[in-house]
């Protein structure tokens, strides 16, 4: 007791006089107890009284909560015998589940705002079990006089972070709290466990996909000290060698490219040149469920370049983006420069056209480009130019051609000294057998989705070009929106929605509530047309209220459970 005693007092007296002068040593003070007492002074928060605030529209039937409620549930009942709370909160110290092991500690807690819908967040309460350890990224023990604010030093409380099992991010905080009489070292060592059993269930609360991208990620991490990085549809998994390996814009263009070739074989061996100029080799094998594929498990080694070696021609240096597109730019430069006939494959809205006129543009100049259709394909070379520069002549969507009537125009444009280039979506040859014969080189233009790198640089030409002269930009959430939306409709449909912003915002900064609705939402499967209605009005009413989900519901007639599991269903953004 006499321990204690001077224990208290001698926190007591080194936190008067750190309020009385900030810059005050404390010897005798642990260092993050100290670290966290100046976070508090510096953030205002009294001292003197608990002032945290409630957040009534928090998702209480989170993965998180579900994962976590049999643990704490447990856990609770392996401490029954000390009155103790055991408390789950979110990523932002705010409470999801508390449990009780006596109505009394119940009450304490209620009296000190330690309840489900309140924040305990450092900058609000000060030093404590919950918000010091999203500050410091690990668990703490605080103890009586260690808190900063006065009406809780009375009790003491051990927190532990959850964190994602995939991205190591904390995900919430596993906290026990009682009063300080029934306190005990152990406390931090159960708080620790159960935090490491919710991450346990976390790993294995996952789909079929995700679970065969990280089984065979763990093999190939487990057998090479390299960098190894796993990318699924929604998962990105990468070891310390490979977070190590590249700087921050290096590392997304390679998971762009990594997304772009599991859909092109069951193996990958390629070499990628990044926007830093760095080239790195890429090898590995797609992952399978069924005959879906669910992601990429590469190794991924960089390459020393040979100095020195001449080339015949001196091509243009393809513009700054994601390894695929600078390929497919780079390939379509050669081709064209070589004259070689050249097939441009990609899904419809990717920019297939935009590339050729930017590489006969840096190879010719203003050239020019001449573009036939499925429509006006019977015309083909009749209509070329007869003076002048050699044209481009280039063949849209060349899959939707009559098959006879394709093989006769490109047949009759090889006998012309024109420039050749086609764009299709589905370059299948049991189809296009007759007709492929005609070209030697294709280049794969990469679909908008791939492309995350390239966004801002996408967004800002064509606002110049919907916007010419006008202050017009994008404020940096609502880009975060547009990198967030899968874009089934590529660059054609970024376009439209680019053009419907500034319908709603002609100058000045478009925020992320001028973007058409479907910005917000990316869905796991397509939408029929009843459900894009039902999302579109869900983010209406979302917007309308200042995302609070709780005057959301109400405007939409919907239970709050319904709105967040609708939420979930249309991959609804903030």
Not at 338 to 360: I, N, Q, S
Not at 527 to 537: F, G, K, M, S, T
Request: glycine share 10%.
């Amino acid at each position: 007791m006499g321990d204690a005693l001077a224990r208290r007092r001698l926190l007591t007296s080194a936190r008067a006089e750190l309020l009385d002068r900030p810059d005050v040593a404390l010897p005798g003070v642990p260092g993050h107890v100290v670290a966290s007492w100046r976070r508090s002074l510096a953030r205002g928060v009294d001292p003197g009284v608990i002032t945290n605030r409630f957040h009534p529209d928090l998702d209480v039937e989170s993965r998180l909560v579900r994962c976590a409620r049999p643990v704490i549930e447990r856990l609770a009942d392996q401490v029954a015998g000390i009155p103790v709370c055991v408390a789950l909160t979110d990523e932002r110290a705010r409470l999801l589940v508390r449990l009780d092991t006596t109505r009394a500690m119940g009450r304490i807690a209620d009296g000190n705002n330690f309840a489900e819908g309140f924040g305990y967040d450092e900058g609000a309460v000060g030093t404590n079990g919950v918000g010091t350890v999203l500050e410091r990224g690990g668990s703490v023990h605080v103890v009586g006089a260690e808190h900063f604010v006065e009406p809780l030093q009375d009790y003491a409380c051990a927190g532990a972070p959850v964190r994602d099992p995939f991205t190591g991010r904390i995900e919430g905080v596993l906290d026990i709290s009682c009063r300080v009489e029934h306190s005990s070292p152990l406390l931090l060592s159960l708080a620790g466990s159960a935090a490491d059993l919710i991450q346990e269930a976390l790993l294995h609360d996952r789909d079929a996909d995700q679970q065969a991208l990280f089984d065979q990620y763990t093999r190939v991490e487990a057998r090479t000290r390299r960098a190894v990085l796993a990318v699924g549809r929604r998962t990105v998994l990468t070891n310390t060698a490979m977070q190590t390996l590249l700087d921050a814009g290096d590392l997304v263009a390679v998971q762009d490219h990594a997304r772009f070739l599991m859909l092109r074989g069951p193996a990958v061996d390629d070499r990628v040149h990044l926007p830093s100029g760095t080239r790195v080799r890429m090898r590995g094998t797609t992952v399978t469920v069924g005959n879906s594929v669910s992601g990429l498990v590469a190794v991924v080694t960089v390459l020393r370049e040979a100095a020195g070696v001449a080339v015949p021609r001196p091509l243009p240096e393809p513009p700054a983006g994601t390894p695929a597109w600078r390929a497919a730019w780079s390939g379509a430069a050669q081709a064209l420069c070589a004259g070689t006939p050249l097939l441009v494959v990609g899904e419809p809205g990717t920019g297939r056209r935009r590339l050729l006129a930017e590489v006969d543009r840096a190879l010719h100049g203003q050239g020019c480009v001449v573009e036939f259709g499925p429509v006006d394909a019977a015309s083909g070379a009749d209509e070329l130019p007869r003076s002048g520069p050699l044209p481009l002549v280039v063949l849209r969507d060349l899959d939707m051609w009559d098959i006879a009537v394709a093989a006769d125009v490109v047949g009759a444009l090889r006998a012309t000294r024109a420039r050749l280039a086609a764009t299709a979506a589905d370059p299948a040859p049991g189809a296009l057998a007759g007709v492929l014969t005609g070209f030697e080189h294709s280049v794969t233009v990469p679909p908008l989705r791939n492309r995350s790198a390239d966004l801002a640089r996408l967004v800002a030409d064509l606002l110049a070009e919907l916007a010419p002269g006008r202050d017009a930009r994008l404020s940096a959430e609502a880009l975060r929106m547009l990198a967030r939306y899968g874009w089934p409709g590529n660059v054609a449909e970024l376009r439209d929605a680019l053009d419907l912003a500034l319908r709603r915002r002609p100058v000045g900064v478009v925020g992320a509530g001028d973007l058409p609705e479907f910005c917000q939402s990316a869905p796991r499967a397509a939408l029929r047309p009843v459900d894009l209605a039902e999302r579109d009005a869900i983010v209406h009413a979302l917007r309308e209220s200042g995302d609070n989900r709780v005057a959301a519901a109400a405007a939409l007639g919907l239970a709050r459970s319904t709105l967040y599991r609708k939420i979930a269903q249309y991959g609804i953004t903030g």
